[in-house]
């Protein structure tokens, strides 16, 4: 099974507003934090709901066949590019709203988180979400993969 689905959001470093400096305020450092709590919480209610709508009951009945993963590839795209640390860390939000609408932990071992980015023009953001299943054996040859090209 393949399934994908663009979500309308920016994905951006959650530790964006840490970068202000010493010239920075108390106050203008708190509204940012209450400004960028909203966001993450519009980002995984709005990722919960689309799912909800469109396709958790199908992958909820796919995490309980045995023997198979779901493996959830998340893309960022966008002109610049993130780190990776920061490319997780901004996708937060989305994978713990993916996780919701399972009805799953995000730590739960039948899913595998995967982060990959696409340079686009400028103004152009979004996200892509890749649902794969796969067995374990298929699971095993993609990570062995993926190590070759980092390494």
Not at 50 to 76: F, S
Not at 102 to 127: C, I, K
């Amino acid at each position: 099974m393949r399934l994908e689905l663009d979500l309308p959001f920016r994905i951006e470093s959650l530790n964006r507003s840490q970068r202000l400096g010493l010239k920075a305020t108390i106050a203008k450092i708190r509204g940012q934090r209450f400004a960028q709590r909203g966001k993450v919480k519009r980002q995984r209610n709005g990722t919960h709901m689309i799912l909800k709508t469109k396709l958790a009951g199908q992958l909820r009945a796919r995490l309980l066949r045995e023997g198979e993963r779901l493996v959830i590839t998340l893309t960022r795209r966008g002109p610049g590019m993130l780190d990776d640390d920061n490319l997780a860390a901004g996708f937060k939000p989305v994978r713990d709203g993916i996780a919701d609408a399972l009805g799953v932990n995000d730590s739960n071992p039948m899913l595998r988180w995967f982060y990959a980015q696409e340079h686009t023009g400028r103004g152009v953001y979004s996200a892509r979400v890749l649902f794969e299943t796969m067995t374990r054996r298929e699971l095993g040859a993609r990570l062995a993969a993926a190590e070759e090209a980092s390494a």
